[in-house]
């Protein structure tokens, strides 16, 4: 699970409110399998003038982690699937994957 707080005292007599009007919240982390990077994103969007929740879980390797990228792209692909399939369901579980099934 993933949670974020800001500094609760940040904003004690302050001019400043503490319902954001934006969000965009980034991590990246070193990965082994396939080795480069996994990168998480959480962004507040909008879709059809509704106010959502942006989930991006992106796989990054450079060409020099990957050699013979050509004939290693199907492995890496399997590899890269595996990650984001794993983070997903790891991060929903519970009572977000319930209202799912």
């Known amino acids: 699970k993933t949670?974020?707080?800001?500094?609760?005292?940040?904003?004690?007599?302050?001019?400043?409110?503490?319902?954001?009007?934006?969000?965009?919240?980034?991590f990246a982390f070193r990965s082994s399998k396939p080795k480069g990077s996994i990168d998480m994103r959480f962004v507040k969007d909008?879709?059809?003038?509704?106010?959502?929740?942006?989930?991006?879980?992106?796989?990054?390797?450079?060409?020099?982690e990957i050699?013979?990228?050509?004939?290693?792209?199907?492995?890496?692909?399997?590899d890269a699937h595996n990650l984001t399939h794993e983070w997903f369901f790891k991060m929903i579980e519970g009572e977000l994957e319930r209202k799912f099934e």
Request: proline share 5%; glycine share 0%; hydrophobic share 40%.
């Open 3 to 26: 949670r974020i707080v800001m500094y609760p005292n940040l904003f004690d007599n302050s001019k400043v409110k503490k319902l954001p009007i934006n969000f965009d919240w980034r």
């Open 67 to 78: 050699p013979n990228l050509n004939q290693n792209i199907n492995i890496w692909l399997k």
């Open 46 to 64: 909008k879709l059809k003038n509704i106010d959502v929740l942006k989930w991006e879980t992106i796989v990054r390797s450079t060409s020099k």
